[in-house]
């Protein structure tokens, strides 16, 4: 069946804009993982959705992140008054916790650069 | 102390030659475990769930350490196809839900 899809997967923007980023996770997978990854570094977790709810949103670097999800699907993730550091590929996932094992199943990604 | 840690490396090994990483993780009440590959610009895929018993894929063997906390991947007659960053990913019940940590990963290079 249909993996996880990412939109767009490549966004260039100035700085100071706002940027939109769009995933779709697969069909009946309820929770929902943002990651960012800068470049030559590991996962950076933004924030979990368990269906439309987000119980952690530990992860979010400042008040400019912000992620909602609508649906029990599709999830969006909006950064505002985009900075330079911000540039990073941000990665979806999703799982489905209706066992002990939690695997996830990956986007190909959103490469964000912001110039 | 990290949640979850891994050598960077890189580990560049021949052809042919068996290669193990190992991830280390902090928290004893972690529950469960996995190995994810990840290629040059592209996305983690998930590798193999690590079984408390151990488990073998292929020439992909995973392992489970409680008492020292750390899982194991061992790689058999490494592919040239086998270059690639491999993460650790450990979850841990906290809040409700399963936290997933994952590791910043370990790099091979298969040479010819």
Redesign the interface.
């Known amino acids: 069946g249909a993996g996880v899809s990412q939109s767009p997967s490549n966004k260039v923007t100035e700085k100071g804009k706002d940027v939109e980023l769009r995933c779709d996770p697969i069909s009946g997978h309820t ?1 929902l ?1 943002w ?1 960012r990854q800068r470049l030559g ?3 950076e ?1 933004l924030i ?1 959705f ?1 269906g439309n709810s987000a ?2 949103k530990s992860g979010l670097p400042s008040d400019r992140f912000s992620a909602e999800r609508t649906g029990e699907s599709v999830s969006t993730l909006t950064i505002q008054r985009t900075q330079q550091e911000d540039s990073a590929v941000y ?1 979806c996932a999703s799982s489905f ?1 209706g066992t ?10 959103t490469r964000l650069t912001v110039t | 102390r990290k949640e979850v840690e891994q050598d960077p490396g890189p580990f560049n090994v021949p052809e042919g030659a068996t290669v193990a990483f190992n991830c280390t993780y902090s928290n004893s009440a972690s ?2 475990f ?1 190995w994810y590959r990840q290629d040059c610009r ?5 590798l193999m ?1 690590v079984y408390s018993s151990g488990n073998e894929d292929g020439r992909f063997t995973a392992q489970l350490n409680r008492a020292s906390q750390y899982i194991s991947l061992l790689i058999r007659d490494s592919k040239l196809s086998d270059s690639a960053t491999y ?1 650790c ?1 450990v ?1 841990l019940y906290s ?11 370990t790099k091979l290079q298969v040479i010819p």
């Open positions: 929770a993982y990651y570094q590991g996962l977790f979990y368990q119980p952690d990665l916790p002990s094992v939690y695997e996830q199943y990956f986007g190909p990604g | 529950q469960s996995f592209k996305e983690p895929k998930l769930s993460l990913a979850t809040g409700g839900y399963q936290k997933v940590t994952f590791g910043t990963g």
